[in-house]
């Protein structure tokens, strides 16, 4: 690399000046040129009058020889033109100068420090292009401008017809020179061929989302290196100055990082996280904030509630881009949350990019239907002709891939690609290195250029590959010192100009161009490092937080577990017998199961099932926890509707566990819960004399067993008993998941519980506090609330929380809660009085459940309605909605439809069904319910013309013991019409 640079105006100076001033200036002009080429690692290869000859390269040469050069000449340029200032103001003359800088091969004659001497055709090339270049530029040759294209701002200058040379020269005027621009998210620096088709569709799709205001989702599919993520970055680039762009992206490592893409998202919006706070609300913040691990856990449909509200916030006043990158590794809560974004959101212009591999319909085969505003495209192989246009750039691109490329190159790798940029690219590299053969696959080649790679490159990516597909300089530092260049910054600009990293979106970070880069990294780098590399990562994870002033970061707590795990799983396998390993085998299940059980507890079951089965895997055979894991990853399962599945963990822990009674009974307790579920009935008592006093997980259990048996037979009273008995235990063990499982079984059981009406409203205030920050948790209790405010007669404060609930329910775009609404809605009406709302509002809640599959609940509530047509006087639909139905399995259903039978039933029939309600009613302790029937008894009784006193008073202890006041009033009014 040759520099020249020559002072103009200097004979001027010489006419005017008194000799010993000029030699003065003369001397600062000098210094401030070798000052500039001297930091820049250039020597002085000799002075020529007023002008100065440097090189770069001598003795060794560097990657970075040209941007030296230039940033020297930019350096040399600013002296220059800070001393004509001076000198303009006190002198009154000016002074300036123009370079010239070339690159090409030289011979080196003599002693290579101070006496050095160079020749050849260069050093002309660099001396006339100086000579072209203007008072005040630098004109920089066509080979020197390719190098530095990513690190430079320049014009294009005339060709230049110079002294020597047969045809004109291309050159170029630097503007400005940034040493770290190469690699910002944007600078591709060759431009993106054979997708006009494509980047025209996407751009029509935005444009269309902006201008109607609409929600909008392309998926751009196909195989790795196909150029999806060069024509998103292509797409962006071209995207107006207004838009705002969100990233995220998913990775192929770890388990259950289901909000991690989320979370990288947010990082972005640190800035005006203010503004978004403030739109989302206190409830909305504190949901979001969690997604980086701050202990809370809201659950799925919260944190999908507060996404929504952030998107809407941010797109409101201009238009937002959301990419999601890589979303064939996405979890399944994730693509949820994606449909229903794309779904909920109205009159704001957000657009999500989906960046995936074909594989993500064997995960969604119905990815991507049914969206109005939506488009799916597929890359598929550029042309021969394109491909050689790729080539033809690459080769401008990069000197040292020109000198070694011709036409039968450009066709060989145009032939030979697949149409794959990529494979282009790595086959074009790997021909030009002299090497003959082609290794057969775009893995392949990307292990033959990285093994072309210099010592610390290789050591830097590896590192970078084992961080993630994200990293910083810090965290490449933080793995190790040895790095012969000290720190990581010159590699890094190595690996920028080679392709194989860039700047991330965030500040400070750097990315893989490619994620197949980074897999293939990964893969090659050796296991006994990688053990290393991820435990001192998850240990430095764990020492970081967040800034004050900085809301997300891009790591989660589910990085730790990853690292740790990976840590294990490597050190297991090189180092089996590593005296830490036992340690380190128990901070990666502990950090699972914690990552697991916080997933189970936000509804996110296919993450929870994950982790926790991977906790289960790693953990050594015959540990305790292998009990608890059952019981988590059965309940999970058993949520999903995997009866089969939730029984098969249990298996597992025995199998884990053999011969531990402890163990043996707490699965046999799970299993009798599942039993329950499908139908089948148990006796729990005869478990309870096998349990030990201190097995408090056994105990919870089983407790949570018993009352479900006395729920199904009616005796709620003992089930109430049951569940709180099994509280005390959770409570013994310090488990807030089985605290919380129980606490939201007895808050409904309240309902029909003899437990008082203002006991259960106590209970539910509590509740509110501790869901506070979690809606789809706080619906069940104010739907408990609502139905015992009914009961109390405070029936404006029972619709009032009805209408919190279901501001809550479309909020968070929840199903089954939805009808559960609307069927406490029914009751409250009925106890108002309105039975022909009551009476629809039930119709409509059966309808839905019957839709949703849930047909058992459905015919209760068709009772129900059935119930209110028989107080509206039409004892003729009653019968109809009755029909020759069966009643439910449930109690409950069972003595409603038999009173209604009765009440629509001639004589003696009526009596002896009315007997026979009165009989079965006696087996239950629900006070409501005993009161409903008694009373209807009572009415059937005085038709007949038999006393209805005694049902009416017992109908009037149970709903007095109940406090359901309204009732009660009721039954008063009706003894006093006797």
């Not at 259950?256 to 203010?274: K, S």
């Not at 029914?826 to 009551?838: I, K, P």
């Not at 809640?845 to 459905?858: F, I, M, P, T, V």
């Not at 004589?907 to 079965?920: G, I, N, T, V, Y």
Request: one cysteine or more; glycine letters at 10%.
């Amino acid at each position: 690399m040759v520099l020249f640079i020559d002072l103009s105006g200097s004979t001027e100076l010489a006419e005017r000046l008194d000799p010993e001033l000029l030699m003065q200036i003369l001397e600062r002009y000098y210094a401030g040129c070798r000052e500039a080429i001297f930091a820049n690692g250039g020597v002085i290869e000799k002075y020529i009058g007023d002008a100065i000859m440097a090189v770069f390269g001598i003795p060794l040469s560097r990657e970075d020889d040209a941007l030296r050069a230039v940033l020297a000449a930019y350096g040399a340029m600013r002296s220059v033109y800070d001393l004509a200032d001076q000198l303009e103001r006190t002198v009154g003359v000016r002074i300036g100068a123009h370079v010239g800088v070339a690159f090409g091969e030289v011979m080196v004659v003599g002693n290579t420090g101070t006496d050095v001497r160079v020749i050849g055709d260069t050093v002309n090339t660099a001396a006339r292009i100086q000579s072209a270049a203007k008072e005040g530029e630098i004109l920089l040759g066509d080979d020197v401008a390719r190098l530095v294209r990513q690190h430079a701002v320049m014009e294009e200058v005339p060709p230049l017809t110079l002294k020597g040379k047969k045809d004109p020269v291309r050159a170029w005027r630097l503007v400005d020179v940034e040493p770290d621009r190469a690699g910002e998210a944007g600078a591709d620096t060759v431009p993106l061929i054979g997708r006009d088709e494509e980047l025209g569709q996407l751009t029509r799709l935005h444009e269309r989302v902006v201008r109607e205001r609409l929600c909008g989702m392309a998926t751009l599919l196909g195989v790795p290196g196909i150029g999806k993520s060069r024509l998103v970055r292509e797409f962006l680039h071209r995207l107006p100055a207004d838009v705002r762009v969100l990233t995220g992206r998913c990775p192929s490592y770890g388990i259950g990082a289901t909000y991690r893409p989320i979370a990288e998202m947010l990082e972005d919006v640190n800035g005006d996280w203010p503004a978004v706070a403030a739109a989302v609300g206190p409830d909305g913040e504190r949901t979001l904030r969690s997604l980086t691990g701050n202990g809370q856990t809201p659950g799925v449909a919260e944190i999908a509630r507060a996404v929504r509200g952030a998107l809407e916030a941010m797109a409101g006043d201009r238009p937002l881009v959301v990419v999601l990158d890589n979303l064939q590794w996405a979890e399944p809560t994730l693509l949820e949350l994606v449909d229903d974004c794309v779904s909920w959101l109205t009159d704001v212009p957000v657009l999500f990019v989906c960046v995936a591999r074909p594989e993500i319909y064997e995960l969604r085969p119905g990815w991507g239907g049914g969206v109005a505003c939506g488009m799916s495209l597929e890359l598929g192989p550029l042309s021969g002709a394109d491909v050689a246009r790729l080539v033809q750039e690459l080769c401008a691109e990069r000197v040292e891939v020109t000198a070694h490329a011709d036409e039968a190159l450009h066709w060989r790798v145009a032939a030979s690609s697949d149409g794959n940029p990529l494979f282009a690219e790595l086959m074009l590299e790997t021909l030009t290195e002299g090497d003959g053969s082609l290794p057969p696959t775009i893995t392949a080649l990307l292990g033959a250029r990285l093994d072309r790679l210099g010592g610390d490159e290789r050591e830097v990516l590896e590192r970078a590959a084992t961080i993630g597909q994200m990293f910083t300089l810090g965290q490449v530092e933080m793995l190790g010192p040895d790095l012969s260049a000290g720190t990581p910054s010159g590699p890094v600009r190595s690996l920028q100009r080679d392709r194989l990293v860039r700047r991330g979106s965030q500040p400070g970070a750097f990315e893989f161009t490619q994620t197949l880069t980074r897999e293939t990294v990964y893969s090659l780098t050796s296991k006994e490092q990688r053990a290393d590399w991820h435990r001192r990562l998850a240990d430095w994870l764990g020492e970081q937080e967040a800034a004050d002033d900085t809301p997300f970061r891009s790591w989660t707590s589910g990085d730790i577990s990853r690292h740790l795990l990976a840590a294990c799983r490597f050190t297991r396998e090189v180092r089996p017998f590593d005296p830490l390993l036992d340690e380190l085998t128990d901070r990666a299940a502990t950090a699972l199961i914690r990552d697991g059980g916080e997933a189970l507890h936000r509804k996110d079951l296919p993450a929870a099932i994950a982790l926790l089965e991977r906790g289960r895997e790693i953990l050594p055979k015959g540990r305790e926890e292998h009990r608890r894991l059952a019981v988590l990853i059965s309940d999970a399962e058993l949520a999903r509707g995997e009866a089969g599945k939730a029984a098969a963990a249990l298996d597992a822990a025995e199998e884990m566990l053999p011969g531990d009674p402890r163990t043996v009974l707490t699965c046999t307790i799970q299993r009798e819960m599942l039993g329950l579920r499908t139908g089948r009935t148990t006796d729990p008592e005869a478990l309870r004399d096998r349990l030990e006093t201190g097995d408090d997980l056994g105990w919870c259990r089983f407790h949570q067993l018993e009352a479900w048996t006395h729920i199904d037979a009616g005796r709620f009273g003992a089930a109430d008993r049951a569940l709180r008995d099994g509280l005390a235990r959770a409570r013994a063990m310090g488990d807030r998941y089985e605290e919380d499982r129980l606490l939201g079984g007895l808050c409904e059981l309240v309902q029909w519980s003899p437990a008082p009406v203002g006991e259960g409203l106590a209970l539910c205030a509590d509740l509110l506090d501790r869901f506070v920050g979690d809606r789809a948790l706080l619906v069940p209790v104010l739907l408990t609330r609502a139905r015992l405010l009914g009961l109390s007669g405070d029936l404006d404060a029972a619709r009032e929380t009805l209408d919190t609930a279901a501001d809550y329910v479309d909020e968070l775009d929840l199903g089954l809660p939805a009808i559960a609404v609307t069927q406490v809605r029914g009751l409250v009406e009925s106890l108002a009085g309105d039975h022909e709302r009551a009476r629809a509002l039930f119709r409509d809640a059966a309808a839905a459940l019957h839709a949703s599959g849930h047909g058992g609940a459905a015919a209760t509530l068709e009772i129900y309605a059935a119930r209110e047509s028989l107080r509206l006087g039409d004892a003729r639909t009653a019968a109809q909605e009755l029909g020759g139905r069966e009643g439910p399995r449930q109690l409950r259903g069972e003595l409603i439809a038999m009173v209604l039978r009765a009440a629509i039933a001639v004589q003696p029939e009526a009596l002896e069904l009315a007997d026979r309600a009165a009989e079965l009613v006696e087996t239950t302790d629900d006070p409501c319910l005993r009161g409903d029937v008694l009373v209807e008894v009572a009415q059937m009784r005085r038709a007949a013309g038999r006393d209805p006193s005694g049902a009416l008073r017992e109908a009037l202890g149970a709903y007095e013991s109940k406090g359901a006041s309204l009732l009660a009033q009721r039954t008063r009014d009706l003894l006093g019409d006797l």
